[in-house]
């Protein structure tokens, strides 16, 4: 067999293996159940608060990774290394063991000040927010910086070289050419946080119908053997997440071809 063949064989196993998990689900699939817990007032509550709080956070990480990505792709400092390694944290770390620490952290007298004379994030929709957040930022640094690994440093220093200034080259040359890096790090950083459960729960709690994103909805509803509601939600979800990619996926090819 050749090596095409085998490729080829191995990527149709991968997309079984997840089409065989989602299959499963129908199993316990009630279609009068579906609409009823579609249009459940908690049911969109989540949807709206998972899709609100995803996009707040993806924004946010994707802002703090450009400046960050750029120093990390283009400059030499001390500490590149260590600034490098931990971006890594979310993998190696376990969501639940970030959430406890961010709980941690507002535990001491610094996290209480920001408590008390700032923003409120311990059992609190924003601190739905912030842990989406720290779970996405490595991953919108690592894929920005990859972007702008891709972009040789000679187009800017031509541009230099043309009267630019360093943030003129970058504003005019280096982003524009990684913009379609900075858009998969939005849209993966996303898809992540619309996902994100350990870290929220451990943060924000799961209080209906305040902090009850999607995940926290599957885990409430599995949590008293709803097994026909849990496996709604997670077909919703699943809606919601493979479409969204799918459609912007769809929308860059248009973009790329128009």
Sequence with gaps: MS????????????????AVLVLSLFYFYRGGLFMETLLAERTLFSIRLSVFSATVAALLATALAVPSAYALSRCDFPG?????????????????????????????????WIQTRGMQFVFDSNGIILAQFVTTLGVATRLTKAAMDEIPRRYE??????????????????LPLCKRGLIAAFILSWAKALGEFG??????????????????????????????????????????GVGTLYAVRLIGRKGMHA
Excluded: Q, W, Y
């Design 3 to 18: 090596l095409r063949r085998v490729s080829i064989l191995f990527a149709f196993s991968t997309f079984a293996l997840f």
């Design 80 to 112: 590149k290394d260590a600034i490098d390694t931990i971006l890594e944290l979310p993998l190696i770390v376990s969501p639940a063991a970030l959430g406890a620490m961010l709980l941690i952290f507002f535990s001491n007298p610094l996290g209480n």
């Design 157 to 174: 220093d031509v541009a230099r070289t043309l009267g630019a200034s360093p943030a003129a080259a970058f504003f005019n040359v280096t």
């Design 199 to 240: 870290a929220t729960i451990t943060l924000a709690g799961t209080m209906a119908m305040k902090t009850e994103t999607l995940p926290v909805a599957i885990f409430m509803k599995l949590s008293t053997a709803d097994i026909d509601g849990t496996v709604v939600l997670i077909l919703i979800m699943t809606a919601i």
